[in-house]
């Protein structure tokens, strides 16, 4: 072969590795991720989960914490992980010894065998519904969990980050635009003490964002601007936005831009849309909210600020009915599958163009084909008025009623349909034991189904394992962050 040749083919191979890689590692990039939380009375197994996780080709999770049994779950699967450090851990991170003996017992023996990229220190610290408690203790937990990585000969490929709620910034009334983005004044301080050591440690800022959360807090709220087809605009100079959350994420960039870091990676920890618990939640909703930004993801479509790839985490991916209901009764219905890991809805994934009937958990064992109702000669016997009452309010306190009220999937029933649907829920919650279904005599068991129309009423899975994940009752803030930017930066939308 004359030298000509080889080096003409030489340049071909080089040229289709070059092409292959650079196809492979876009694919690997933009591969989607989301949220695993644990926060449900019925968990189904670690390992179930990460096969769901598999089936539908998701190859990014992160967690609220780093529960050893969903480590070892996750060891050899290839997926990516973020996992996590509570809120109420972050005192104890103040101290570098304990930070680097978390960093032991929680990184370095899992390293081998689970692809850990982030650790998320805290979750949303400094929204204003904490009123200060973990604004002096954040950045001191994140310096030394990251000097701990360091120190482990992990920091170059295992960053420490902070999931944080759009709270933090905002744009100035007279100027509620994106371009005019800038971190609250009251942790000012602390916010530029985070960035710079992020962008130090080459780590990525890490963003919740909900539209949902926009649209359920303001009558006002231009209803189409929360999805991504919508027509509501607003006009930055010139740029125009033509849903809330590009403006969101704007919003930081330009908060990000004024500490000299605007080209800071950003992560997007948190997104997603729920399906019952208030009248915008629902099915449809989630189905046109997913249905818009799937495909934005896939197509690397960015933002007006930063087109491009965005790393995305859904939030969530199991429904978790132990959640708290402090911010709304949907908080615990935010997952694309529910409680038992069945899909609630088609959704394209992997951004291939169509959307399909996701895989859902396999072999999953449920209780005894039996509910709990309302005994039909419950008032031959009943000399309290309030007794109904008292025992309905008792059996929504101990188990989760956020599909009864006004627009919900159960918002229809009558007075007999709400409190054998309460009755069931704790019934189900406490096992069905037989006990779980008296209330003063007011309610029996039953093997007929007692669902009506599109009010389903479950039957839980069985061998139920305790929770072991604390959100911090995380949304509470995002409803107030997500609504000073929304309000800023929607004004001129309205």
Request: one cysteine or more.
């Amino acid at each position: 072969m004359s030298n000509r040749r080889k080096q003409r083919t030489t340049a071909i191979i080089f040229l289709y590795i070059t092409i292959s890689t650079v196809y492979l590692n876009s694919r690997d990039v933009s591969a989607l991720g989301v949220n695993w939380g644990t926060m449900a009375t019925h968990q189904l197994p670690p390992k179930t989960v990460v096969q769901m996780l598999k089936d539908n080709n998701v190859k990014k999770v992160k967690l609220f914490d780093a529960d050893t049994n969903t480590m070892v779950a996750l060891a050899g699967s290839g997926i990516e992980v973020m996992v996590a450090i509570p809120n109420d851990q972050l005192k104890a991170m103040g101290s570098y010894n304990r930070a680097k003996d978390w960093v032991r017992r929680n990184i370095t023996r899992f390293n081998d065998d689970v692809k850990i990229k982030y650790v998320a220190v805290g979750n949303e610290p400094f929204l204003t519904a904490y009123n200060g408690s973990f604004i002096n203790l954040t950045y001191p937990a994140l310096f030394h969990i990251q000097k701990a990585l360091n120190e482990a000969g992990v920091g170059d490929f295992i960053k420490a980050t902070v999931p944080l709620n759009a709270d933090v910034y905002n744009s100035p009334p007279e100027n509620p635009v994106p371009s005019a983005g800038t971190f609250r004044q009251d942790i000012f301080e602390e916010m530029k003490l985070i960035v710079n050591f992020l962008a130090h440690n080459k780590a990525p800022f890490t963003v919740n964002i909900y539209p949902f959360l926009s649209l359920s807090l303001s009558s006002d709220f231009p209803f189409d601007y929360a999805f991504f087809n919508g027509q509501n605009t607003v006009s930055d100079n010139g740029v125009i936005y033509t849903n809330v959350f590009d403006a969101n994420f704007d919003t930081l960039l330009a908060s990000l831009r004024a500490l000299g870091h605007g080209d800071m990676t950003v992560i997007v920890g948190e997104v997603g849309w729920p399906t019952d618990g208030d009248k915008n939640a629902n099915i449809p909703n989630a189905e046109r909210f997913y249905s818009g930004l799937l495909p934005k993801l896939a197509g690397n479509k960015g933002t007006p600020m930063r087109p491009g790839y965005i790393e995305v985490y859904l939030f969530g991916f199991i429904d978790e009915d132990a959640k708290s209901i402090a911010p709304g009764n949907f908080e615990r219905h935010w997952g694309i599958f529910k409680y038992d890991g069945q899909p609630k809805f088609p959704a394209d994934l992997p951004g291939e163009g169509q959307k399909k009937v996701l895989t859902g958990a396999q072999s999953v064992q449920y209780l005894q084909n039996q509910w709990c109702m309302l005994n039909p000669n419950a008032h031959t016997f009943s000399n309290n008025t309030n007794q109904l009452g008292d025992n309905v309010n008792y059996a929504c306190t101990f188990s989760d009623c956020t599909a009864l009220g006004y627009g919900t999937s159960c918002g229809n029933l009558d007075e007999v349909g709400n409190a054998s649907y309460a009755f069931n829920m704790y019934f189900q919650v406490h096992d069905q034991k037989a006990e779980a279904c008296d209330f003063e005599g007011l309610a029996i068991i039953t093997t007929h189904n007692i669902s009506r129309e599109q009010c389903n009423f479950p039957i839980q899975i069985g061998d139920p394992t305790s929770g072991h994940s604390d959100h911090n009752n995380h949304r509470f803030g995002s409803i107030i962050g997500v609504c000073l930017v929304s309000t800023l930066v929607l004004v001129m939308a309205l």
